[in-house]
Nanobody, 128 residues
């Protein structure tokens, strides 16, 4: 069992930055690939970024590539999403998710159904 708690959301002007954190409970965090997803009002939840259990592999949605950076600290059981050059269209509830990957240290996943555990989400609002 993994429990995930996101933090760091808030209100920011376009062009600004925010760093989201996702703290995981349990001793299996280092066995999990992690992902960030987001859901804007009236839209389906979409993939944002993912990182392998080792942290050595990452993958981003085209809409955030070059602006967002995903990272993790396995000693702190935390995954981060550094968001820069924010745009109004980045406004959404951001969710982190965890997938237990077993022996694969480099696997990552960019689709919702791959993930086993989800956080409750944190709101990010970007004003124009």
């Amino acid at each position: 069992q993994v429990q995930l708690v996101e933090s760091g959301g808030g209100f920011v002007q376009a062009g600004g930055s925010l760093r989201l954190s996702c703290a995981a409970s349990g001793r299996t965090f280092s066995s999990c690939a992690m992902g960030w997803f987001r859901q804007a009002p009236g839209k389906e939840r979409e993939f944002v970024a993912t990182i392998s259990r080792s942290g050595g592999s990452t993958y981003y949605a085209d809409t955030v590539k070059g602006r967002f950076t995903i990272s993790r600290d396995n000693a702190k059981n935390t995954v981060y999403l550094q968001m820069s050059s924010l745009k109004p269209e980045d406004t959404a509830v951001y969710y982190c998710a965890a997938k237990i990957t077993g022996y694969s240290v480099s696997a990552y996943y960019d689709y919702e159904s791959a993930y086993d555990y989800w956080g409750q989400g944190t709101q990010v609002t970007v004003s124009s």
